[in-house]
């Protein structure tokens, strides 16, 4: 009967190939800001179902805009920590599981790049579909968020008993044109990534059948 058990290793590879041990401190680190992510989450929805009755509907828009970029975010977290970890730490053993995810029975360096890549684009739509809903408030008097204008207003607002009233804008025509040319250039690098994964993949196959008898 053949012996199935894995060769052993010398001392020096052994200690370089445990090294991908140090990692798991990072992926740790990364379920702890997950729950960060998670409390910001609860936060963020009591927000927005208490003050409901006094906001307006683009308020209302830009905070639910807002949850969907804490999940998208949770969700980019989730690849980097169970598609790194299956990757370049250790096996999970998951075969079989019925919550398995789909991707990861496929998953590898590249394409985990490739969906990281992906992810990253989706969560960057959200950030510019923010800005051009508050784009409309840019021509009007209000001031620019964080500035002298803007604390003065908020203080003259808080002393009157004001609500939830937009007080001061948070975008520029610079800002918006700079966020869209970010914008392009994640989805540009995003394409290079794919079309380099596939001109490898293609490479890859053409040499094996050229290798095969």
């Not at 990861?104 to 960057?124: E, Q």
């Not at 923010?130 to 209000?142: N, P, Q, R, V």
């Not at 968020?145 to 203080?155: L, Q």
Request: hydrophobic share 55%; glycine share 8%; charged share 15%.
């Amino acid at each position: 009967m053949a012996d199935t058990r894995p060769a052993r290793l010398n001392p020096l590879p052994a200690l370089i190939f445990s090294s991908r041990w140090l990692q798991l401190p990072l992926y740790l680190g990364l379920i702890v800001a997950q729950c960060v992510y998670v409390f910001l989450f609860l936060k963020e929805l009591v927000h927005l179902v208490s003050d409901a009755a006094g906001m307006t509907e683009q308020m209302i828009m830009l905070l639910v805009l807002g949850l969907i970029d804490v999940v998208m975010i949770s969700n980019l977290l989730v690849m980097v920590i169970v598609g790194g970890y299956e990757t370049f730490v250790s096996r999970l053993g998951l075969q079989g599981h019925p919550d398995q995810p789909e991707w990861l029975s496929h998953v590898n360096a590249s394409v985990l790049k490739v969906k990281l890549a992906m992810a990253i684009i989706g969560i960057s739509s959200i950030h510019l579909l923010k800005t051009f809903i508050e784009a409309g408030s840019m021509g009007s008097d209000l001031p620019l968020c964080g500035t002298v204008e803007a604390a003065v207003a908020a203080r003259e607002a808080a002393a009157l008993g004001v609500g939830a009233v937009k007080l001061c804008v948070t975008t520029t025509e610079t800002g918006v044109i700079w966020q869209t040319i970010i914008h392009g250039a994640f989805i540009l690098s995003a394409i290079g990534i794919a079309w380099t994964d596939k001109l490898m993949a293609h490479a890859g196959k053409a040499k094996a059948v050229a290798a095969t008898p």
